[in-house]
């Protein structure tokens, strides 16, 4: 799709001939111009941006990568932002504007003001929660009625406010002090006999989130429950806003995103077309932090130079031991770390895992051991060291699986995040494990 | 939820008050039932999975995890098995009826035909499709209605058939072939004038997946368009079925689990809770490669045995040049990874993010170079010796960079998945050139 349209844009853009590229723009959907205007050179990008018109551009900035939306953002014009602003959802706009700088932010929605007061303090009032929380999720557009409404007045309410609210299929209904009290499907609504109330209609069992829970929860409800959206309340019931299903989808791929970061001590913000420097500065924390375990793995390296200096073939096979533990301790620790943000782990089944993955370990230490010994052994014909080198092996397969299943269980009943730094620690001791264990044994039997 | 519930249930397990149970689980989400039979031992889940009726049976099935699900599977009895499916939708029960040996097939689906022959027919008929193409996550419930059809018609029909589809919100418009014309929101229908047909309702522009699609492309459909449902059509655009956003969030939680499994050389059947001897079977192949990767790297060091017999110090660096260059090189190939599932990698910015990757290699092996000679000398008062750990850091890291960016790249344009023995790859890389680095370096300067 982009590839088709995206000669055709150049070319329009080049021979400066916007109606026609107004037109274009108009046929394709909001993704796909998005996906066009990624592929532009920055300033291409901003001319194309500038061509469309408020509501098209209301609807494709949510979709573009921070990369481009950040570059539209620092050249648009106040007045103009705030126009869009006003055709976008309350949560989408809430986003944008939380990428401004105060003084910006001020501004925008000042102008903002002027236009649509009331879009202008949903925008505020959503800006006062983290972004990752329900209320960072929400919108404020949704359809709630009283439970007293009758069939036709509800219809008659959905037909002056729908156009503000999209994707709705649910209604929310409350009592008079706005709290919660069930949701209604709109299909129930189309089926239903002309002199039904509301509650009438409605489900009780309404499933709804507080404010204040933190969005990999949020996700988990929807995981769980099957549901497209969810109804955020605060702590006494009342109702909020809601959250809907495709911005959940954004926040799995954001979590998952975070947990492959996390195990090699990357930060979020840290993407493909981040710049090189910011993103060098990102990762030298943790790479300094690397070089200090590793410093401390060769110093245990450092304890055996006695018996290295006479057995040099020693520093040819430690790498191995080392390496082979690090590989599968990182094996069980996916495993686990996995499960746990797929909330397979619970509390009462956690030893079961333990346990699991130390036979695990066993097993595959006695296997991969007695290979390394074999290899050893054909290879430079010593049987000692291939003894030797299987042993260590099978002492740090063990170590691995043990640890590789406690640590992120570890670290979750301690309420940090497993996915955080879990794989340093696990190399580290299978390092320390792996060199001390080898050379510890190669000095008592050589 | 589960916790709360959880000791009630096995006590009233011990009494055998089945109408207690009964009474209780009826008042739960199914959800929160399967949550409860996660935790169960496998005896009495199976007793307390025999009280549940059909139809809340037919709902906690799906919500099972794998190793509780297939105990079930083993131990039902065909009939009530069929009966169960009956009350699925078509695509749930597919997936359950996939679970069986062919042998169980062909008895459950036989005993299924005497309850609901279009039910069978169905299963059988979505059995054709792979697991990870749209047909194998389509369902065949959907409310269709031809173009011409009339508003009040299409609300008669709806109310006939709207209990065999949840969650439809959405009636696919066909023209008398059945091909795909448009698609019609319910509230649309809730607001439209009596004689309006379903062509002047629905919308044209209709986005639909072709039945072959891959699961993951079709996810990344949801993802760009922000949609809830999705129809299928056939290579004519005749409508199959549909899918819904709560099997792709499934999805995007397995490619995630599968990205993350393949980055360690993981099987995506490995999960928490398979058997030892399983899990272990299936992590030992790649171990056994990742031996001989090591014993590789390991025959470069045994080229320098004689340098390192004259100066043992090496033995005691070479893991942290090797090292280092390992952990930088798997953090871009997470960045890159992650940006290719995301789709934010294109044909058109590739040797941006290549070039992108080389600069901050660069940057961190200089820095993190320093540090390292830094602390050599501290350590050991040998400058030469920090000099060159320092160089064969820089080299190796910029190595790690740049293959750490092309390696990903490269796979993706041969069409192999990226994620799948990158890992292997790239630290190889990193091991040997570390080793080769740092020890040739030696040679020469030493």
Redesign the interface.
Known sequence: M??LY?SKVIELLNTGDSAALHGLFARL?E?DIA?IL??LPPDKCLEAFRLLDEELASEVLP?L?DDVRNNILEHIHEKRLAGILDEMDSDEATDIVSELDDERTRKVLASLDTINREDSDDIRQLLAYDEDVAGGLMQKEIISVQENMKRDEM?EY??ES?EEVE???YIFVTDEQHKLKGILE??K???AKQNKLAKDLMEN?V?SVPVNMDQEQVAHM???????ILPVVDENNVLLGRIT??D???V??EE??E???K????ESE?????K??Q??RR??P???V??FT??F???V??LF?GT??RF?????????V???GG??G??TL??????IA?G??????TR??LF?EL??GI??GV??GI??CA?AYL?KGNMLIGLILGAAMVINMIIAGFFGALIPILMKTLKIDPALASGVII?TLT?VCG?ASFLGLATLLL
Do not use: C
Not at 263 to 266: E, R, S, T
Not at 334 to 339: A, P, Q
């Open positions: 982009g590839e995206f959907h993704a996906d990624h592929e979709e990568n219809i959905i037909r729908h994707n709705f299929h709109v299909t609504l189309l089926l069992d499933i929807f995981r769980k429950y099957d549901i497209y299903v495709d959940i989808i954004d799995i791929d998952a995103s947990d492959a970061y195990m090699v001590g990357l840290d993407r493909v077309f981040s090189p420097l993103s060098a990762r030298t943790w790479l300094i690397n070089l590793a410093v793995a060769a110093s390296v450092s130079e290295i200096s040099v073939i020693l520093a040819v096979f430690m790498p191995i080392a390496g082979m590989n599968a990182t094996q996916t495993v686990i770390t996995r499960g797929l397979e782990l619970t509390f009462y089944n079961k895992a699991k036979i695990v097993i595959n296997v991969l290979i390394g290899v290879w190399t390092d060199f």
